[in-house]
Antibody, heavy 117, light 110 residues
């Protein structure tokens, strides 16, 4: 069974940093592209970033470009999202999502990031 | 990257069919056959229900079907059931190499 378990969320002040992790199991992690998708409270899904299976290529939504960094450790089956210069509008549940090569398919349960003073 | 356009809400009675539209542009929905749909119940993670516009992942009910014409994709749910009440989101790959979601549609089963 595919499992994606996010961690690292919490309360942080504006301008602060946070690193999210996503532990993957139940599939060959190194073979898949991965995404981060977020959802502000009561709002819709917003794509954040994608990384190739070997980590060689990354891409970001304009809203987080230059502030967020996606990375992965295939030896540890773990995906990361380093978030710097956080803003109030970054408050959201952050989901780790596997890409099936057709589309983002398997989702974690999400971790809540709250940016507030 | 502007969100794809979906109706905010749709409703239907048990047993009926409903269709949710998802309108994009020639830079996303219109360019690729890579539209996917997701179902999200309150407090839960989204569930993958349609990919490549028309295909169902294993285990997804055949009451869910997808289509696409030009810059607009659609999700149809036939034989509505109470458990279909949820939020539905479309998603498309874009010519910029990114992905974009629709704003979401709340389905109410009357």
């Amino acid at each position: 069974e595919v499992q994606l378990v996010e961690s690292g969320g919490g309360l942080v002040q504006p301008g602060g940093s946070l690193r999210l992790s996503c532990a993957a199991s139940g599939f060959t992690f190194r073979d898949y592209w991965m995404h981060w998708v977020r959802q502000a409270p009561g709002k819709g899904l917003v794509w954040v970033s994608r990384i190739y299976s070997d980590g060689s290529n990354t891409i970001y939504a304009d809203s987080v470009k230059g502030r967020f960094t996606i990375s992965r450790d295939n030896a540890r089956d773990t995906l990361y999202l380093q978030m710097n210069s956080l803003r109030v509008e970054d408050t959201a549940v952050y989901y780790c999502v596997r890409d099936s090569s057709y589309a983002p398919d398997q989702w974690g349960q999400g971790t809540l990031v709250t940016v507030s003073s | 990257q502007s969100a794809l356009t979906q109706p905010a809400s749709v409703s239907g009675s048990p047993g009926q069919s409903i269709t949710i539209s998802c309108t994009g542009t020639s830079s996303d929905v219109g360019s690729y056959n890579r539209v996917s749909w997701y179902q999200q119940h309150p407090g839960k993670a989204p569930k993958f229900i349609i990919y490549e516009g028309t295909k169902r992942p294993s285990g997804v009910s055949n009451r869910f079907s997808g289509s696409k014409s030009g810059n607009t994709a659609s999700l149809t749910i036939s034989g509505l059931q109470a458990e279909d009440e949820a939020d539905y989101y479309c998603c498309s790959y874009t010519t910029s190499g990114t992905w974009v979601f629709g704003g979401g549609t709340k389905l109410t089963v009357l």
